[in-house]
């Protein structure tokens, strides 16, 4: 049995969720790969639970507590930036709020947890856009793994996918339907033959779209992935790595009802994806057969990786929620473990 | 520079897309797993091609020559079930025809790999079909590997999707579209407005069916790879196997104009789906809503696996087509051969 400890920073829907499935999952995670996880410390903006054994904090009590600032091992005050270089740790799980302007505060979290020496998994998609080149020299000077299955996709395995299962082939192009609310959006636009502001209000109310959608509706949540996914697996060991600004962004918001008649006339539908072709990456509507296996409806994702040998590979998945993006977290957590494991060994 | 000396055996289309993409992918090998692919010996039915250097067959010259028994390393008459135990190699390739009714030849050459210490890597659904259980034990006992990546869903990589990147997750039932020739079929019914007989022609002519497309047609290829993907999946440890007469396994023959008709004005389509769920093995001709990720049109194959914590994930491809297995047979190659290094470094 090994111990993983891990300090957690976000107790949003994703670090909650992840809590909720470290509980459901203790006796699998036990009987199947010898693990055993504690949780040392859970961050949030205003302080921390802190442990003070070495078994780790008692989840449950975090998560049924009304106020959380009566929970006995509630810090307040205290920052994970300032404690992660601090504490012990094995893995260091980043579940803040995604920020592509600066990338913060996960990451922060992140440099500190690498450079001292711990293994990160995140969800955040913000570090990865903003410093993509520098966290991965990061993680590779300091020897520690930085995995971010949960960032793009949702409960998706995209990276394991390119990583573990297409050994044999060279990936040529990625083309993706990488956000649910757009495709939400454009779902009900054909389904309910309803205008853009229609569907764009009732994906508001049911939760999937923000107060301001523009993050979604304009391409950038979707452009921020598809530079993840392109410097992860299409980038070549010798090429540079791809910056935010070099994708062109097309927004949803200028797409007509006629438009998208016109084109279920046809057999087509018109889908908001991100591409990676011949060096070119742009986010923006498109036309697809309407039986290609990227055009999925609803709030579900696809990608499609087009290789030398393997052909044509579509993966379709729930591409947010907290249980699923917990499922990727956990997924890491588990490949990391193994990982570790395997290098103990070889020294 | 590790050396991986391999025995193939069997010299059809998949067997020689296998070489082709050996010469390919021969600088790639190198390059990103410092991996070294020998050829040793290639066996047909009535003989087979040995090495009688340390650096094995020249590929290039077996694919080129017009009359194989012209070769100067032919021995004719030679049978790879007596020489599979005498020879010195890492892995066989068995990737001779299915045959489900008996498993044979590929079982005897399983058979004989394994007990004499070799790993295997096999394309070939008949052998898993009429022994799963034996196999899977003999590899144990035998401490031996036995990965069948492409014996379903060609090169679409089912069995490590499940095994590396669902991890967290625990599977809990399958469907699938597991035959590109009564998906075709389906397909051109809905697409041309034809009957099931003229489909079936189109198929045989296009090479997509044979003469006699019983095996494709009524569900069996289906249902065996509905076992295997059952078998390696779903089993828990303390379960029993599945057996092939334990699926109730239900004809395309039998679907009319007038249902594909039907099912379309209501959005829905008819697919031949294999699933296994609650225990119940089933091949058959099934509804699905148009916009379901498993309704993939033409040849392609589709699997969604259903899990607790992923929710469904769906994934897609080519499903046959010898460039396509091949390269589900490198990937198991290569996945094997970093297994065993990660073993020796654990001894």
Redesign the interface.
């Known amino acids: 049995m090994a111990d993983v400890r891990i300090i957690l920073v976000g107790f949003g829907t994703v670090g909650k969720g992840f809590l909720n ?1 470290v509980i459901e ?1 203790k006796s ?1 995670l036990k009987e199947i ?1 010898g693990l055993n996880l504690h949780i040392n410390a859970v961050f949030k903006s205003d302080g921390g639970f802190i442990s003070n054994t070495n078994t780790g904090l008692d989840i449950q009590s975090l998560l049924s507590i009304k106020d959380y600032k009566e929970h006995p091992q509630w810090v307040k005050d205290v920052k994970a930036y300032d404690k992660i270089p601090e504490m012990e740790a094995d893995i260091v799980v980043e579940l803040t709020p995604t920020n592509i302007g600066d990338g913060e505060p996960g990451l922060g979290h992140i440099r500190q947890a690498l450079k001292s020496g711990k293994d990160v998994v995140t969800a955040n998609k913000g570090p990865l856009v903003v410093a993509f080149q520098e966290l991965i020299t990061l993680a590779e000077e300091n020897k520690r793994f930085l995995h971010y299955e949960g960032a793009v996709g949702g ?3 995209v990276f ?2 390119a990583r ?7 990936i040529i192009s990625i083309e993706g339907i990488l956000n649910g609310t757009t495709n939400f959006i454009l779902s009900r636009m054909v389904s309910e033959k309803i205008p853009f502001e229609i569907a764009l209000k009732e994906a508001q109310e049911l939760g999937y779209a923000e107060r301001d959608p523009s993050y979604d509706i304009d391409g950038i949540d979707a452009a921020g992935k598809l530079l993840i996914l392109t410097n992860t697996i299409l980038r070549r060991p010798e090429e540079r790595f791809v910056k935010f600004d070099e994708i062109k962004i097309e927004s949803i918001r200028n797409i007509t009802q006629e438009a998208v008649e016109l084109a279920e006339e046809n057999n087509l539908v018109i889908k908001h994806v991100a591409s990676a072709k011949e060096g070119k990456l742009e986010v923006g509507p498109k036309l697809l057969p ?2 290609s ?1 990227l055009a ?3 709030t ?1 994702n ?1 990608i499609t990786f087009k ?1 030398d ?10 591409g947010a ?1 907290g ?2 993006t ?3 977290v ?2 890491d ?3 990391i473990f193994k990982k570790r494991i ?1 290098t103990k ?2 020294n």
Chains 1, 2 share one sequence.
């Open positions: 499935v999952k699998f790969y409960a998706i395995p394991s996918l573990e299962n297409l050994k044999s082939s060279k309407k039986t296996p999925v409806s609803s579900l696809s290789s040998l393997a052909g044509e590979i579509t993966i379709i998945g729930e929620g249980r699923e917990a499922s990727a956990l997924t957590i588990i490949t395997k060994n070889n």
